[in-house]
């Protein structure tokens, strides 16, 4: 099985360590999870979430962080962000 690596971004985040982005049908919002090295403060909770592998690029707007959620591992200190697609808005 061949393994695809895309650049994801979000607003404000410097260094990403990983993302999964779990589709959701229906009223229910789409989630990413985005692991990302520990920084100070995010320009904004809310904006455009974007992978891009090659010349494809899928953007995801008005993306809000949900949680964030400190994690130990091997590594050291990670933040593991969830972010809810703009169907957050109509809770």
Excluded: K
Excluded at 22 to 37: D, K, N, R, Y
Excluded at 42 to 54: A, I, Y
């Amino acid at each position: 099985m061949n393994e695809t690596q895309a650049l994801v971004s979000f607003p404000g985040i410097e260094q990403m360590r990983g993302a999964l982005f779990t589709l959701s049908p229906g009223i229910t919002p789409s989630v990413a999870t985005l692991e990302i090295v520990p920084q100070p403060r995010l320009e904004s909770l809310v904006g455009t979430l974007s992978f891009r592998q090659g010349a494809t690029e899928l953007r995801f707007t008005d993306c809000h962080v949900d949680t964030a959620t400190l994690v130990y591992n091997s590594s050291g200190m990670i933040v593991r962000l969830a972010l809810l697609d703009r169907r957050w808005r109509w809770r």
